[in-house]
């Protein structure tokens, strides 16, 4: 067994050990709020694998633009511009349809971000067919981050070597995860080695490839309604520290390194077996066909199997993250999935 496998092993005994009497009770279900209104969103994505297939809101690779000037059925093109001068165009339609912000009819541009786009900030321009800029995001409020770390269904460690992890203008590290048809508790275990990145669970923000805010993480436990909906009293919502209120239980950790490795990340999260029957064909929350971004039924979808992490505030040999790509390494994640 080699000596990253042995400090994984270890790593997952202790840590496991120390969530497993902890409730999973975050990010779950189609009940969070929905994203806030911008000209932009999600303000990450990583870059698609061509620019020929659908483009899926619900599982990243393409952002949605909005803006007044834009017209259902007009051709636009969209250009992705970075820092380092990497400049690629898109060419696509407008549609409308329903904006998940606020559920209202408007225009709006679904574009796949280019492939092998640079990681870190980019600055987005729209013209009209006759050259005329309807639309510019600065390169402040849009980061192409890496493509998402597939996570197998049945679970087990997954190392990526020379991982590239991307910053945002803002000193952001975004790092996005694939967890589809995984439907039973997980406890997710996240280490890198060889990069000495720095950060603490106050500064970590859970969304997913919609934009949605899954979770903000916090050391406090905090009362609250779990899963927002104004009902205290929903199964699965409870008294979990004796203070007579609701709490949102303790299900995440940042376990410190003070080596040349990354901090440990630590996350439970709850079975999924009821929301996956909920949205099978048939079902109240099918999803429809004409747009994944909503339920046959009308009411919104929020996807929960494509993740991206948000961490401000990280830190490299005690200085802030430099906008672009971290230096490579091997980020190992490990999820054990309950029998």
Request: with cysteine; net charge negative.
């Amino acid at each position: 067994m080699s000596s990253r496998s042995i400090a994984v092993t270890a790593l997952v005994t202790a840590l496991a050990t120390s969530l497993a009497a902890r409730p999973a009770s975050a990010a779950c279900g189609c009940e969070k709020p929905p994203p806030v209104a911008a000209a932009v969103r999600p303000s990450f994505a990583f870059p698609a694998r061509d620019l020929f297939g659908p483009c899926d809101l619900t599982r990243g690779g393409c952002v949605a633009l909005f803006g007044d000037a834009l017209v259902e059925g007009r051709a636009y093109g969209v250009d992705f511009t970075h820092g380092n001068g990497h400049h690629r165009r898109v060419d696509v339609v407008a549609r409308r349809a329903r904006d998940l912000a606020d559920g209202a009819w408007r225009a709006q541009l679904w574009v796949p971000v280019p492939p092998k786009s640079p990681l870190g900030p980019a600055a987005i321009e729209v013209q009209d067919g006759g050259g005329a800029v309807v639309l510019r995001i600065p390169d402040t409020d849009f980061t192409v981050i890496a493509p998402p770390v597939v996570v197998p269904e049945a679970g087990g460690v997954v190392a990526v070597d020379k991982y590239r992890g991307a910053v945002g203008r803002d000193g952001t590290l975004y790092v996005a995860l694939d967890v589809s048809g995984m439907l039973p508790r997980v406890d997710f275990i996240a280490k890198g080695y060889a990069l000495a990145l720095r950060y603490d669970k106050d500064s970590m923000v859970l969304y997913n490839t919609q934009g949605v805010l899954m979770e903000a993480l916090d050391s406090a436990v905090r009362d609250e309604d779990l899963n927002n909906d104004g009902d205290s009293t929903d199964p699965g919502e409870g008294d979990w520290n004796g203070n007579g209120l609701l709490d949102n239980p303790d299900i995440s950790a940042v376990v410190s390194e003070s080596g040349g490795d990354t901090d440990a990340f630590l996350y439970n999260r709850h079975p999924f077996e009821t929301y996956d029957a909920q949205h099978q064909p048939g079902a109240p929350h099918a999803l429809d066909p004409s747009d994944p971004n909503w339920h046959v039924d009308g009411t919104r979808h929020t996807d929960n199997f494509h993740f991206v992490a948000a961490i401000g505030g990280a830190s490299l040999h005690g200085g802030a993250l430099t906008p672009g790509a971290t230096d490579p390494f091997t980020l190992v994640l490990d999820a054990a999935v309950a029998n």
